[in-house]
């Protein structure tokens, strides 16, 4: 089975193959959040990542394992997966060409920009990111690197979750929750992987925007639904249309069910992240600990582990969450 291929064993040679190339980022404590809530929440900070996101993980540990004739790579992404391959081609010597909506966050048009990358916008709602890639690929020569249902990817993502189960082991603590946000379900089917290897009995749920809750319905369906995609949400980084086959195959064995959080639920995490963490999250990269402090499951007494996936935000949106009441 391919999902098989992605085990503690490679991830744990993809940690290896990325030491001194990413950020092992901090995993980050509130005393006053912990009084509040009457839980042990810890904060791994993944927005403090290289890009601003998980992402650069696994585009690094991807492209790295490309030949030296591979090098032009193409990848689609509403921002942090386009970034993280931008970013990665350009150290490793690399062009890329990576198709973005129109309607993207600036801060991730910009940000993908920044790295050099040659950028193709695509209306969403009428166009199909997935044609336009290929056929570019084609026409260039080029390498997709995809935004989540790739087993190099997922593995290389999967490092998060290695680095917590080391940084967490190092303080004598065992999760008995993990929270972590959900798109197409890269990051978390990495993540589980890792967490599931040393802590067996850990609940592990992702979380992902109202309406966007795909991998939520897929769970308790036991097969993959498909969102409408006639809602919108802010939390742009977490809009794919379906689990993918590969992450749902790893997903449904390792997660315990999905829990879904409003748009505002992820402004007032932000709002709390930026006062309480003294950190900047995008709407996205707070879903999960949105879930915590909206009370979605039950976390008192217990060691909660909370991914904050990435930081990547534009102003405005940023401006709105100060705008809420944080917790």
């Not at 084609?138 to 989540?148: E, M, N, S, Y």
């Not at 600990?289 to 217990?302: F, V, Y």
Request: proline share 3%.
């Amino acid at each position: 089975m391919i999902e098989n291929t992605v085990s503690l064993a490679s991830i744990s040679k993809a940690a290896k193959r990325l030491e001194g190339k990413i950020v092992k980022t901090p995993i980050l404590k509130s005393a006053y959040i912990d009084k509040k809530l009457n839980t042990n929440l810890y904060l791994k900070a993944e927005n403090l990542q290289i890009i601003g996101a998980f992402k650069f993980r696994g585009a690094m540990n991807t492209i790295l394992q490309l030949s030296k004739s591979e090098n032009k790579v193409v990848a689609w992404s509403s921002g942090n997966h386009a970034q993280a391959v931008a970013a990665a081609a350009k150290i490793t010597g690399r062009e890329a060409t990576i198709i973005m909506p129109k309607d993207s966050p600036k801060n991730k048009l910009d940000g993908t920009a920044f790295w050099g990358a040659n950028i193709v916008t695509y209306d969403r709602n009428n166009e199909s990111r997935e044609e336009i890639g290929k056929l570019l690929a084609k026409k260039l020569g080029a390498t997709i690197i995809p935004p989540f249902d790739d087993v190099n990817v997922i593995i290389g993502q999967g490092t998060a979750g290695l680095e917590c189960v080391e940084q967490l082991g190092e303080i004598g603590v065992v999760p008995d929750i993990v929270l972590c946000c959900c798109g197409g379900g890269g990051l978390i089917a990495g993540v589980s992987t890792a967490i599931k290897a040393k802590f067996e009995n850990t609940e592990i749920y992702s979380v992902e925007p109202e309406f966007f809750d795909d991998t939520k319905k897929s769970l308790k369906e036991k097969k993959i639904i498909e969102n409408s995609m006639k809602h919108k949400s802010i939390c742009d980084a977490l809009l794919a249309n379906k689990p993918g086959n590969i992450t749902f195959s790893i997903n449904k064995k390792n997660l315990t069910s999905g829990i879904s959080v409003t748009d505002n639920e992820a402004l007032i995490a932000m709002h709390s992240a930026y006062k309480h963490f003294k950190i900047v999250l995008e709407p996205g990269g707070a879903v999960a600990l949105a879930a915590t402090l909206a009370n979605k499951i039950d976390i008192e007494n217990k060691h909660v582990l909370v991914i904050a996936s990435g930081g990547n935000v534009d102003k405005d949106v940023f401006e709105s969450c100060l705008k809420t009441i944080p917790i």
